[in-house]
């Protein structure tokens, strides 16, 4: 029994070496897993998509189409392997389904007029010695008139000395392609220099309207060889759906009779030059704008390049947005203007709250500062400044106060509420220490001014009132400028 067995063993021990030994005198050589490939593919370490932007415009094409890839085998093996590419547009479609785009295949003229280099993989490297590059000829540039279109680039083996390599070239399915984006920004040649939309506040108040349309607009150029450029502007109220919809507002239209009131001065790039030598420029001569009703507006408009060649070409919208409201601070301003007045000439009219007092108004003379004596929620005051100013700007500093309504008045009967100053912006008046202050869109002849301001009961400072240092932690100090 046990002899038998033994030779059953021996024989299927010499069946296996048999069958080892055909495959070993195989011409192809298999690795374990059974494939005899090595595929080459664009190199995932790095970009497989490119984006390049040129400008086709009516005096040329600016900028250039270079995607470049770089491009690996599996194996570094004894083999040369000369690969190249090729645009295939049929794959456009399923990218931009998988990536929710909109991109468009190249014109087929355009296509033609590709141009993308051969690369080789010497032996004893699995990198190409060269990246590829594909391009495209500036006249054919010129016929891309779309937004934005894909190139997609496939590899192909072109040849293959194998040398001592066991191992056939092959392309990778899921890694052989390779995209170039163009974006053809034509629109953005000519940009404006800041921001494109601009804002206007136009206040209506008991003292008169201030503010009126007035907007102003530079421009560069991404290149400018010599021509002469002029920027012209058209308003055109059926872009405001679009533009509401997209910054989710709901501006109103300005009627057409205070459009046709507007002033449009055309700006203009000089011969040779990047940047605007005249900015372009709306304003509103006849103030036709102070008679809109209160509410938001938006002016859309339409901007378009005529070159010196009188080609012309649109350049992206600008738009004026309108805020018309019943204020009288103007919380668009970024600077401040005016001078302080000098509060020798003062006197307190009336105090009351928190322990402020018409007695110690004399502590905002000597010391700066106008003390309260008790932690309360709110305090009041008016002030005379001892005859009439137009003032420009006011400020009511103070770190226990939250908040201060003010009123102005010419007579001490009739006033005019200026605001909360919760709901609006102050400047930097750039002296030092720094003082927040809040301008006014127009003069308003005062003598007597009327404050009620909102404290913060949990600021730290009323802990120390009792103290002489601690008194100006808990303090009033109102400015005013004209």
């Not at 547009?89 to 931009?96: I, P, R, T």
């Not at 594909?134 to 192909?156: D, F, I, Q």
């Not at 001490?412 to 220490?433: F, L």
């Amino acid at each position: 029994m046990k002899l038998k067995n033994i030779l059953l063993l021996s024989g299927a021990l010499s069946l296996g070496t048999v069958a080892l030994t055909s495959c070993g005198n195989d011409k192809e050589t298999f690795d374990v897993f059974g494939s005899n490939k090595n595929l080459v593919f664009f190199d995932t370490n790095t970009a497989t998509e490119k984006t390049t932007t040129i400008y086709n415009t009516p005096i040329g094409v600016y900028g250039t189409v270079d995607g470049t890839f770089s491009v690996k085998a599996q194996y570094g093996t004894d083999a040369t392997i000369v690969l190249g590419g090729e645009a295939d547009l049929s794959l456009v479609e399923g990218y931009n389904t998988k990536h929710n785009t909109t991109l468009k295949a190249l014109p087929q003229q355009a296509a033609n007029a590709l141009q993308i280099n051969n690369v080789a993989i010497r032996p004893g490297s699995n990198l190409a010695d060269t990246t590829m590059t594909v391009t495209l000829p500036e006249e054919a540039c010129a016929l891309l008139t779309e937004e934005s279109y894909l190139v997609p680039v496939r590899l192909k083996v072109l040849s293959e000395n194998r040398g001592t390599s066991p191992y056939e070239a092959a392309v990778n399915e899921d890694y052989g392609t390779a995209y170039v984006i163009i974006k053809n920004a034509a629109k953005d040649f000519i940009t404006i220099s800041d921001s494109n939309v601009k804002n206007v506040s136009i206040a209506k108040t008991p003292a008169g309207v201030f503010g009126q349309i007035n907007a102003k607009w530079d421009f560069s150029m991404y290149d400018n060889k010599d021509a002469e450029v002029t920027v012209k502007a058209e308003f055109d109220n059926g872009l405001i759906t679009a533009y509401n919809t997209e910054n989710k507002k709901a501006y109103n239209a300005v009627p057409e009779n205070i459009l046709k009131q507007l002033q449009v001065t055309p700006g203009k790039i000089s011969k040779g030059q990047k940047t605007s030598s005249t900015p372009l420029t709306i304003s509103d001569p006849n103030n036709a704008s102070q008679d809109l009703p209160l509410g938001e507006y938006v002016i859309p408009i339409r901007l378009t390049a005529t070159y010196s060649n009188s080609q012309t070409a649109p350049l992206s919208n600008a738009y004026i947005v309108i805020n018309v409201n019943e204020t009288l601070i103007n919380d668009n301003a970024t600077s401040f203007s005016g001078s302080e007045l000098d509060n020798s000439g003062w006197s307190a009219v009336s105090a009351s709250g928190a322990g402020l007092s018409v007695d110690n108004f004399s502590s905002l003379k000597d010391n700066g500062y106008w003390p309260f004596k008790q932690k309360e929620d709110n305090t009041s005051f008016e002030i005379d400044l001892g005859g009439t100013h137009n003032l420009t700007g006011f400020a009511i500093n103070g770190q226990a106060i939250s908040s201060s309504v003010v009123e102005f008045s010419a007579d001490g009967s009739t006033w005019v509420t200026i605001g909360n100053t919760s709901e609006h912006k102050s400047v930097n008046t750039g002296g030092w220490p720094a003082v927040y202050a809040y301008v006014l869109y127009g003069a308003v002849p005062t003598r007597y001014v009327r404050v009620k301001c909102k404290l913060n009961t949990n600021f730290w400072g009323w802990s120390y009132l009792n103290y002489s240092w601690g008194a100006s932690y808990c303090s009033v100090t109102p400015r005013f400028y004209e």
